[in-house]
């Protein structure tokens, strides 16, 4: 899987660079966050602009990220979904539980 990092205003911001996360690379991305959240990282935003499409591990994933996040006073949002993602966290009513911005400096306004 395709990820960058970049810390940009106090945040760990992951870039994924990938048009699909589903079964075949959702494993990856649970395993990266989870690895930032386990070197300290706790204030994270995950930027989506690139992801056309999500599945349910993909889901999973972010969630678990999430929960690992919370569990450690951090947080884990979520930045630049495309509509068709989006849907499936309303779908799914992820929505409510995510923080979801429409894009970066959104996120780092509403954050810090």
Do not use: P, W
């Amino acid at each position: 899987m395709n990820l960058n990092l970049e810390k940009i205003n106090g945040c760990s911001v992951l870039f994924v660079q990938e048009e699909r996360i589903d079964a075949h690379n959702s494993g990856e991305l649970k395993e990266y966050i989870l690895h930032l959240i386990e070197q300290g990282e706790l204030n994270i935003v995950v930027q989506l602009e690139r992801v056309r499409f999500i599945d349910s591990s993909g889901l999973g994933a972010l969630l678990s990220g999430y929960k690992n996040a919370t569990a450690r006073s951090g947080k884990l949002a979520l930045a630049n979904l495309q509509q068709q993602v989006l849907s499936m966290f309303e779908l799914t009513r992820l929505n409510r539980v995510f923080e979801i911005y429409t894009n970066l400096n959104e996120a780092f306004d509403r954050r810090l």
